[in-house]
């Protein structure tokens, strides 16, 4: 049994592949293959503005436009992942950002095996423990972070939990 705490992160499963379920599965499938848990997910849509909101920090880059059109054009999925180093483990199993290097240079990742475009890349994970705060607050206003450490965080370290596939989360034990 560990004693480092889990951490929380933000997964995003964007417009390119919901569209396709058999991809969906495949990244499923490698989040609990590498020991993630699904704290809680989502299914939704982001308007124009929500989706400009969420990527304010690229405001000004010239992908910017295109990166709006993507994520408002179709569903997608939002996950709190949870897991020893979760931010930088989920980054890892994505894969860099740049689609069409990553299919050369890192071949295996999520993005590598199923990336389209630099813009249609598949997923979205935050990049710090801080932006994941932000952003778990962005898609789940209703959900505490402090709660979450204070009651529930030691049974999943402790592997008190299972996952439950009508749901795709894993539930507590008790
Ligand atoms: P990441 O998603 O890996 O954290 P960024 O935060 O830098 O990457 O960019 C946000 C998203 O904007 C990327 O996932 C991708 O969809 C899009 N994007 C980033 N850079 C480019 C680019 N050079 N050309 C086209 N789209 C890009
Ligand atoms: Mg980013």
Same mark, same amino acid.
């Given at each position: 049994m560990s004693l480092k705490r889990l951490q929380l992160t933000l997964a995003i499963f964007?417009?390119?592949i919901t569209a396709q379920p058999h991809i969906i599965k495949e990244v499923r499938s490698m989040l609990l293959q590498h020991k993630f848990y699904f704290i809680r997910s989502k299914e939704l849509r982001l308007s124009r503005q929500r989706a400009e909101e969420f990527?304010?920090?690229h405001k000004g880059k010239f992908f910017l436009n295109r990166l709006v059109s993507f994520m408002s054009s179709g569903p997608l999925s939002a996950h709190i992942l949870a897991r020893d180093n979760a931010v930088q &483990?989920?980054?890892r199993l994505m894969g860099p950002t740049k689609v069409l290097r990553t299919i050369h240079e890192d071949a295996d990742s999520i993005r590598g095996m199923?990336?389209?475009?630099?813009?249609?890349?598949c997923t979205h994970g935050s990049d710090s423990p801080e932006s994941a705060a932000k952003e778990i607050?962005?898609?789940?206003p209703e959900f505490s972070i402090d709660h979450w450490y204070r009651e529930d965080e030691s049974c999943y370290? &402790?592997?008190?939990v299972f996952y439950d596939n009508d749901t795709g989360m894993h539930m507590l034990q008790r």
């Open positions: 964007k417009p390119d990527y304010q920090e &483990e989920w980054r199923y990336g389209l475009t630099d813009t249609r890349n607050a962005f898609f789940f370290r &402790e592997g008190k």
